[in-house]
Each structure stands twice: as structure tokens, then as C-alpha cells.
């Protein structure tokens, strides 16, 4: 079991830059997968980056691709997403997940345990 705590979502302009920070805690020591997702008002919630169990491949939605930069350090237990040159289409509530796969894909049902979420929205 592992716990996923996400903070550092807020208000920002469109242009403008946020910074997610994601926490695990309890079992850890196996690692896992990573990945962030988000979810915007009445739509599914959407898959943003992966990072593998090694951390050695990061895949990145289109959407956000050369905007948005994963950071993962096992020795702190975190993993952040840079989020640079936002735009209102990015406003939605930003989810921290956890696979036990070693390369899982952009299915939320590959994702075994979720953070709360934390509200980024962007202003036009």
C-alpha cells in the first residue's frame, strides 16, 4: 500500500508556470510506475506523463509535450511535474497515480493507487 499526496496546484495566467509536487509514503521501497493525470469540469480524467518503475522512459501526452516536465527523485519519494507556458485548456484537477507495472500505458485502470488531486486553474 502506498499513500500519494499532491500539492502546489493554484491560479496562475495564461504563459505562467506552476510546479506539482507529488509525495508518496508507506510501502515505497518496492517502487513503482508513476504517472499524473487530470481531469477538467465534465470530461474523463485524461493521462498527462508516465514515468517507467526505473525511471528510465517518460512518455508525455501530446497535449502537453515540450510544456511539461517530469522530475522524479526515489530518494525523497517525489515526483513533480514542471508545468511551463500554460494555457486555459490546462485548467483541471491534476491526480498523482501509482502502478505496479513496470511500463504501464495511459489507462487510468493500469494505476493501482491515486492521489486526492489539486486544482490548477489557468487564466486567459
Known amino acids: 500500500q502506498v499513500q500519494l499526496v499532491e500539492s502546489g496546484g493554484g491560479l496562475v495566467q495564461a504563459g505562467g508556470s506552476l510546479r506539482l509536487s507529488c509525495t508518496a509514503s508507506g510501502r515505497t521501497s518496492g517502487n513503482y510506475a508513476m504517472g499524473w493525470f487530470r481531469q477538467a469540469p465534465g470530461k474523463e480524467r485524461d493521462f498527462v506523463v508516465v514515468?517507467?518503475?526505473?525511471?528510465?522512459?517518460?512518455t508525455y501526452a501530446d497535449s502537453v509535450k515540450g510544456r511539461f516536465t517530469l522530475f522524479r527523485d526515489d530518494a525523497k519519494n517525489t515526483v513533480d511535474l514542471q508545468m511551463d507556458s500554460l494555457k486555459p485548456e490546462d485548467t483541471a484537477v491534476y491526480y498523482c497515480?501509482?502502478?505496479?507495472?513496470?511500463?504501464?500505458?495511459?489507462?487510468?485502470?493500469?494505476?493501482?493507487?491515486w492521489g486526492q488531486g489539486t486544482q490548477v486553474t489557468v487564466s486567459s
Open positions: 497515480a501509482a502502478s505496479l507495472k513496470i511500463r504501464p500505458g495511459r489507462g487510468n485502470y493500469e494505476y493501482r493507487f
Open positions: 514515468i517507467s518503475r526505473s525511471g528510465g522512459e517518460t
